[in-house]
């Protein structure tokens, strides 16, 4: 499963140990008959950009017969330490470079929400910049998390709403009966990785010319899209690592003793293992007990995860891979 990114990416060399292949162009395109040029907006926080970068670009592995160049770029509205910034300088590509290349497909990840009002964020003008370009110059823009909810903002005017409680764990989708061909092959009740604080009303987006083609009544809508497939919209998580919810786990915890959130967190839904609740539970106690998170048992919680979501994730951009290669060739 190949993938040449664009520059080389650093961080990509904690993929070695996975089914990847981390090569320049010239080594490997004479192999494939099969090659997409794919853009990466990068919206992340400096704690989280490499992490994603090796998320999306794991799930971009996930055709071995097509070979996939990343072109990874972010916006300059966004706040970032100096370590990032000379990072994104030396191994990101300027945005106007991207502008004058010629993408199959734009993945646009998730960002930190800070505003109720997705219109006050500061990349929002950027943001909506690069969508307008991608919509007439990309054939496909796969959006994740905050970049859905931005675009339903600005193409359907559909706003946002805060849930009562976060949409948080692992949990099993209805599938549409849909042609559409994003979900070919994919097991009706699979299970999908959800992880936000806001929700999209599903009577609005049905309303729409979108198909909600991937639903839990619970965590909320996983995949949305239009027919053709120009827009892909998750507000599921399928690239998330094994160990993301558990460092989110940890961060609520933290928000708890800082005063940031009333309660102590509770269990990400069927993320966890049975041997994992023990071990939560002990620590919980000690957490209530002396006011410090000290010791989070971060190694051996690791290995209880139930990582049920990563193969329908592969069917998923699998599929949306073999639509951008068909569009390819029209």
């Known amino acids: 499963m190949p993938i040449v990114a664009h520059p080389k990416l650093p961080s990509l060399s904690k993929l070695k140990t996975e089914d990847l292949i981390i090569a320049d162009a010239s080594s490997l395109a004479k192999e494939f008959h099969q090659e997409l040029h794919i853009g990466l907006l990068n919206l992340m926080p400096d704690a989280a950009l490499q992490a994603t970068e090796r998320q999306f670009i794991r799930m971009l592995g996930s055709d071995e017969n097509i070979l996939v160049h990343v072109y990874p770029t972010t916006v300059g509205s966004l706040k970032r330490g100096e370590e990032f910034q000379d990072y994104i300088a030396k191994n990101y590509n300027d945005i106007s470079t991207i502008y004058a290349s010629k993408l199959d497909g734009l993945i646009i990840s998730g960002a930190n929400p800070s505003k109720p009002d997705m219109t006050e964020e500061p990349f929002w003008a950027s943001l909506v910049e690069v969508m307008d370009w991608a919509m007439e110059n990309t054939n496909s823009i796969l959006c994740s998390c905050l970049a859905t909810h931005a675009l339903l903002k600005y193409y359907f005017n559909i706003d946002r709403e805060l849930r009562g ?43 729409t010319d979108l198909e909600v083609l991937a639903y839990n009544s619970q965590a909320g809508f996983f995949l949305a899209s239009t027919t053709d497939t120009k827009l892909v919209l998750y507000q599921g998580h399928p690239e998330y690592d094994a160990i993301s919810l558990l460092k989110e786990y940890q961060r609520e915890i933290t928000n708890f003793l800082s005063g940031l959130r009333p309660d102590y967190p509770p269990l990400p839904e069927n993320y966890f293992s049975k041997a994992a609740i023990p071990v939560l539970e002990n620590f919980q106690k000690k957490v209530l007990l002396t006011k410090e998170q000290s010791n989070f048992p971060e190694a051996r919680l690791s290995e209880l995860v139930k990582v049920e979501w990563r193969h329908s994730g592969k069917i998923l951009y699998k599929n949306w891979l073999n639509i951008l290669v068909k569009a390819k060739e029209l």
Do not use: R
Request: charged content about 15%; glycine content about 6%.
């Open 165 to 207: 409680q976060k949409s948080w764990g692992v949990f099993p989708h209805t599938v549409a009966n849909s042609p559409n061909p994003l979900i070919a092959g994919l097991d009706d009740s699979f299970m999908g990785l959800h992880s936000h604080f806001y929700d999209l009303p599903l009577k609005k987006i049905q309303d």
